[in-house]
């Protein structure tokens, strides 16, 4: 197909039209795109809900930083001199468990080479599977 410039009704220019008679300037001019929502009402809410309960569970997980030793409770290797959410594991998922999320028999405390392993392969470390197995007892 050929095209063939012609004029723009806006700016009067000679040039290949884009839309509505106008080149493409001028049309994105005149007719700007609309933003897109990216989240309703609802979807701003439970958002925000959700950022609140991190920071909730990062001050949780920084108190129990501060109270007790830096060492793994798998292997009693040392975790590190610096804070980190990485070195603490919930038993049972937040997901699944919303009543055990800020229970601390749910968390261990491990390195962050076992907290990789342990969420690559849930069942590898038999201590962790004993405590899921008491934990699962506890809240059905």
């Known amino acids: 197909m ?8 806006s700016c009067k220019n000679e040039s290949y039209i884009w839309s509505k008679k106008r080149c493409k300037t001028c049309f994105n001019k005149e007719f700007p795109l609309k933003s897109i929502k990216k989240y309703s009402e609802k979807g701003l809410i439970k ?4 950022k609140e309960n991190t920071q909730k ?4 997980f920084y108190q129990i930083w501060l109270n007790e030793p830096h060492f793994s409770e ?12 990485c070195y603490y594991h919930h038993i049972l ?3 699944k468990y919303k009543e055990a999320e800020f229970d601390r028999e749910n968390i261990i405390i491990l390195t962050f ?7 690559s392969n849930p069942t590898k470390f038999e201590k962790i599977n004993i405590m899921r197995e008491k934990l699962k007892e506890k809240y059905g």
């Open 74 to 85: 798998l292997s009693g290797n040392p975790i590190g001199n610096t804070f980190s959410t």
């Open 57 to 60: 569970l990062h001050e949780w």
């Open 47 to 50: 958002k925000e809900l959700k």
């Open 2 to 9: 050929i095209k063939k410039k012609k004029i723009c009704i």
């Open 93 to 95: 998922p937040k997901s």
């Open 113 to 119: 080479s076992e907290h990789q392993e342990v969420e």
